[in-house]
């Protein structure tokens, strides 16, 4: 075992047991001690498939070997490359074999796996927990849930239907400082909140314009593409750049976005909004990105409270000294959520009221793994849900909504034109070419249909 692996073991256990769990001499909602003693270090280990290793998936990979109640059994992947890096990280790990697979659906045919961890694009998230619930497996997908709406409408029916537990990687709702900076909004800290404020900032390069090529004999294309329609192999799409292509990938909205109007909309109680919109456009570089480097999305929620979410993927200037982070403001103050695990309280002059400091830092900007050891939390509380029943601290009803509204944000931005929403579930009124995107075609025979 390495030395950062040793310490990452103990820092679980003595976060597990010790008061950062604890506010004001009472336990934050979801986290008990009764659980987190029962789950760490039992007997009963899960057994967990690995799909999609390349990059944040090895991360993932990595994170669940090292939890002392699971095994990685399997690892899948369309790239044999992905695959050898991914497997000899994970037998560091952990002392026992573990299976390999280029097609994941193979794996779901094992009575041994207990869940699948989906690190695949975009665009195979919800294709992918929907066939891993109905092979009776639990499923961690990370954000976003779904490629559009419609898919994570039936991803909700899906757990519904067939009992699984279905956890998000929405990982935030899970670090005990920004629960408890949530949990401050929500007992009126700073009053009554009407307003919150998102971000993320980067310095992207250019993604360049891709040649038609022949796939490298490393990859499996027409895998990767799944239940998208097949398009032809180029240069400069796998493994990164296809988030910036609307076919595949959602854009920086629901890349990052998703984990900071996940809290705002955790801390200010809602759901569904009223009124969506969203300007800007590909500006930095003339290339194949398709989505937006730079964009604000504005959400309503009836007259009384906004949120808005700014994304600036090629100027890395950072706001408030974060490069990503969210802002409460209220009557009485505002509370700030930064990149890290910390938050601070303000009053209505700007004067620090409360600082609760980070416990560890992280790297927002960091593509596969900026908060390995808190992540731990979250990983945990999906173990805790299939053992004993505990409470998901992201359960797909929540994560659905979550990455529905930064969907809205690029469906307005799309269209060029502000959304009218039904609050009650969220849906577009009354614009038929918006509604076109609420779906999207599939490749014959990879149709995402709830059975």
Request: aromatic letters at 8%.
């Amino acid at each position: 075992m390495g030395k950062n692996e040793n310490s990452r073991r103990k820092f679980i256990k003595k976060t597990a047991a010790s008061s950062a769990l604890f506010v004001a001499g009472g336990v934050l909602p979801g986290f008990t001690a009764k659980s987190y003693g029962q789950i760490v270090g039992a007997n009963k280990k899960i057994n967990v498939s690995m799909m999609g290793v390349n990059s944040r998936g090895n991360a993932l990979a990595q994170n669940f070997a090292s939890q002392e109640n699971c095994n990685v059994i399997h690892v899948c992947d369309v790239d044999s490359r992905a695959i050898a890096k991914c497997l000899s990280a994970v037998k560091e790990r952990q002392n026992r074999k573990v299976k390999t697979f280029e097609d994941f659906r193979k794996s779901l045919e094992s009575k041994d796996v207990d869940a699948l961890v989906i690190a695949a694009p975009d665009h195979w998230h919800a294709p992918a927990s929907l066939l891993a619930m109905e092979a009776g497996k639990h499923v961690y997908v990370e954000k976003p849930c779904s490629h559009n709406p419609k898919e994570g409408e039936i991803l909700v029916s899906a757990a519904n239907k067939y009992g699984k537990v279905i956890q998000m990687g929405n990982q935030r709702r899970s670090w005990p400082n920004v629960v408890a900076g949530i949990e401050a909004v929500k007992n009126g800290a700073i009053g009554r909140v009407y307003f919150g404020k998102s971000w993320y900032t980067n310095n992207r390069a250019s993604i360049g314009v891709g040649k038609e090529v022949q796939a490298p004999d490393w990859l499996n294309w027409d895998l990767w593409q799944g239940p998208a329609p097949r398009k032809n192999y180029k240069d400069n799409i796998v493994h990164y750049n296809w988030h910036w292509l609307w076919h595949w990938g959602t854009g920086e909205a629901l890349n990052n976005g998703t984990h900071m109007i996940d809290l705002l909309r955790w801390g200010m109680n809602v759901d569904f909004p009223t009124k969506v919109s969203s300007n800007g456009g590909r500006y930095r570089y003339k290339d194949d990105w398709e989505a937006p480097d730079t964009q604000i999305i504005n959400l309503d929620f009836g007259d009384d409270l906004s949120m808005s979410w700014e994304g600036r993927s090629c100027n890395g200037k950072k706001i408030e000294g974060s490069s990503v982070g969210v802002i409460f403001y209220g009557e009485n103050g505002s509370l700030f959520i930064p990149s890290g695990d910390s938050h601070t309280i303000f009053d209505l002059d700007g004067a620090v009221v409360k600082e609760v400091k980070p416990s560890e830092e992280i790297d927002a900007r960091n593509k596969s793994n900026p908060a390995k050891n808190l992540d731990a939390y979250h990983i945990q509380n999906m173990f805790d849900a299939i053992t004993n029943g505990t409470k998901l601290h992201a359960d797909i009803d929540s994560g659905h909504k979550s990455t529905l509204l930064v969907q809205l944000g690029n469906i307005s931005q799309r269209v060029g034109r502000s959304l009218d929403i039904n609050p009650e579930n969220g849906h577009i009124i009354d614009d038929e070419n918006a509604q076109k995107l609420w779906s999207r075609s599939y490749e014959p025979g990879w149709e995402m249909k709830l059975s």
